[in-house]
Nanobody, 120 residues
Framework: QVQLAESGGGLVRAGGSLRLSCATS????????MAWYRQAPGMQRELVAA???????NYGDSVKGRFTISRDNARNTVYLQMNSLKPEDTAVYYC??????????????WGQGTQVTVSS
């Protein structure tokens, strides 16, 4: 079983920055993709950013140019640097990872989420 744990959320003023981290644990052989999603109250969960093991990235339109996703493959950790935050970025941010365990089983895991609140 693979577990993900997010950290780094909090309250910040508009225009400020936060850095989210997502640590993994468990019997991980390899991770193909890691991503950040977010869900605001009453809204569907949406993709914020994703990164492959090779470093290719993909961003949601609303965060392009403001957020940067990165990963440390040696530590199986993914980060999300969020700059120029806006009130509409307020949401619970979830980490996601897909890969294979040492037992040769595919996994697709989610973290518990971390709250990000941006005040105007």
């Amino acid at each position: 079983q693979v577990q993900l744990a997010e950290s780094g959320g909090g309250l910040v003023r508009a225009g400020g920055s936060l850095r989210l981290s997502c640590a993994t644990s468990g019997s991980i052989f390899s991770i193909n993709s890691m991503a950040w999603y977010r869900q605001a109250p009453g809204m569907q969960r949406e993709l914020v950013a994703a990164i492959t093991s090779g470093g290719s990235t993909n961003y949601g339109d609303s965060v392009k140019g403001r957020f940067t996703i990165s990963r440390d493959n040696a530590r199986n950790t993914v980060y999300l640097q969020m700059n120029s935050l806006k009130p509409e970025d307020t949401a619970v941010y979830y980490c996601n990872a897909e890969g294979m365990t040492h037992e040769a089983a595919d996994f697709h895991s989610w973290g518990q989420g971390t709250q990000v609140t941006v005040s105007s």
